[in-house]
């Protein structure tokens, strides 16, 4: 081959090793969970790859040492028929033992992957077709809180999730922490991991959960524990009431258009159940569930016409004037 058609082909070569980092991505564990998982895999990969390498290598040899023989094809040979015999037992008993060995590595790899702690921070989470409901349970009722499609956790310490669904089966994945666990209606599944280093990963429902499942998407902010610490005092107070005009009337009209219907703003008149917590959603990075960044444009535009950027969610298109539009858009900005 020509050494520039050589020296072309290697970037497409490389292409594939991209998605082995990154945010959302198992093979680039960060978290106690998530790296056990990635040795049990490999320990499988390597097993599998020597089986593999084994039964070519005996197959060519094989085919290359077949010769034609006029002896009849019934023929029975005893020398070649005991040696068959003891390399096909021998076969039988290596396949016992790996598999046997594969299923004890799998076994350690489980019980280290949904060990359980006592002390774990604990989190409930609830899927919604397309978003992610997140209470923060305390104890004490006044220390607990709730917020959507953002999760925000301390490092080094164990997290207990547990999983439910509003309708029906989702699946909650954070690759570079955990594995999969389902939510399913009715039915109370937990999750514990633990983060390992800082950063922001993503996860995304795994289960096909109707015409949205690819837009439902959360990031997980794993912050040092006195960050968190601070993070998580700040959440826990009631949304900030607006001083300035602009604000103030955008904060009627999400009264009055009834926006206050389905959203929570804690502290203020607004108490729906039926969609995500707004209560700091100034604070949030994305929009709709990780489907856009959130910004004064993408929120007015999900506003504005949410069916034309996320088609079949439950929340209706608002008849707004581009004045109202703005005012609501200024107040929601201010909940930080």
Same mark, same amino acid.
């Given at each position: 081959?020509?050494?520039?058609?050589?020296?072309?082909?290697? %970037?497409?070569?490389?292409?594939? #090793?991209?998605?082995?980092?990154?945010?959302?991505?198992?093979?680039?564990?960060?978290? #106690?969970?998530?790296?056990?998982?990635?040795?049990?895999?490999?320990?499988?990969?390597?097993?599998?790859?020597?089986?593999?390498?084994?039964?070519?290598?005996?197959?060519?040899?094989?085919?290359?040492?077949?010769?034609?023989?006029?002896?009849?094809?019934?023929?029975?040979?005893?020398?070649?028929?005991?040696?068959?015999?003891?390399?096909?037992?021998? #076969?039988?008993?290596?396949?016992?033992?790996?598999? #046997?060995?594969?299923?004890?590595?799998?076994?350690?790899?489980?019980?280290?992957?949904?060990?359980?702690?006592?002390?774990?921070?604990?989190?409930?989470?609830?899927?919604?077709?397309?978003?992610?409901?997140?209470?923060?349970?305390?104890?004490?009722?006044?220390?607990?809180?709730?917020?959507?499609?953002?999760?925000?956790?301390?490092?080094?310490?164990?997290?207990?999730?547990?999983?439910?669904?509003?309708?029906?089966?989702?699946?909650?994945?954070?690759?570079?922490?955990?594995?999969?666990?389902?939510?399913?209606?009715?039915?109370?599944?937990?999750?514990?991991?633990?983060?390992?280093?800082?950063?922001?990963?993503?996860?995304?429902?795994?289960?096909?959960?109707?015409?949205?499942?690819?837009?439902?998407?959360?990031?997980?902010?794993?912050?040092?524990?006195?960050?968190?610490?601070?993070?998580?005092?700040?959440?826990?107070?009631?949304?900030?009431? %607006?001083?300035? %005009?602009?604000?103030?009337?955008?904060?009627?009209?999400?009264?009055?258009?009834?926006?206050?219907?389905?959203?929570?703003?804690?502290?203020?008149?607004?108490?729906?159940?039926?969609? %995500?917590?707004?209560?700091?959603?100034?604070?949030?990075?994305?929009?709709?569930?990780?489907?856009?960044?959130?910004?004064?444009?993408?929120?007015?535009?999900?506003?504005?016409?949410?069916?034309?950027?996320?088609?079949?969610?439950?929340?209706?298109?608002?008849?707004?004037?581009?004045?109202?539009?703005?005012?609501?858009?200024?107040?929601?900005?201010?909940?930080?």
């Amino acid at each position: 081959m020509p050494v520039r058609m050589r020296t072309a082909l290697v %970037p497409f070569a490389t292409l594939p #090793l991209a998605a082995c980092a990154g945010r959302q991505s198992a093979l680039d564990p960060q978290g #106690l969970q998530s790296n056990h998982i990635l040795q049990t895999l490999f320990i499988f990969l390597i097993v599998a790859a020597v089986v593999w390498t084994a039964v070519v290598v005996v197959l060519c040899v094989g085919l290359l040492r077949r010769k034609r023989s006029a002896v009849q094809p019934l023929a029975l040979h005893q020398g070649f028929e005991r040696t068959s015999g003891h390399v096909v037992f021998g #076969l039988g008993l290596a396949t016992l033992i790996i598999v #046997l060995g594969l299923s004890i590595v799998s076994y350690a790899g489980q019980r280290t992957v949904f060990a359980k702690n006592e002390h774990a921070l604990t989190l409930k989470i609830i899927g919604h077709q397309w978003w992610w409901e997140v209470r923060y349970e305390d104890d004490s009722p006044h220390q607990s809180f709730v917020t959507a499609n953002e999760i925000r956790i301390p490092t080094g310490q164990p997290v207990k999730v547990e999983l439910e669904s509003a309708d029906v089966i989702h699946s909650f994945w954070v690759p570079s922490l955990t594995g999969k666990m389902d939510l399913i209606t009715g039915q109370k599944n937990e999750l514990q991991f633990t983060a390992k280093n800082a950063g922001v990963y993503r996860g995304q429902c795994a289960e096909f959960c109707g015409l949205q499942h690819a837009h439902m998407a959360f990031a997980v902010f794993a912050l040092l524990p006195d960050e968190y610490g601070r993070w998580r005092d700040h959440e826990n107070k009631s949304g900030t009431s %607006p001083t300035d %005009p602009l604000g103030k009337q955008g904060e009627q009209l999400f009264r009055a258009r009834g926006c206050a219907l389905c959203h929570t703003i804690r502290g203020t008149l607004a108490g729906g159940q039926l969609g %995500p917590d707004l209560t700091h959603i100034g604070s949030r990075t994305t929009v709709a569930a990780g489907t856009l960044p959130m910004s004064s444009a993408t929120l007015g535009a999900w506003i504005a016409d949410p069916q034309h950027i996320k088609p079949g969610n439950n929340m209706p298109r608002m008849p707004l004037q581009s004045g109202e539009l703005i005012a609501i858009i200024h107040y929601l900005e201010q909940l930080k």
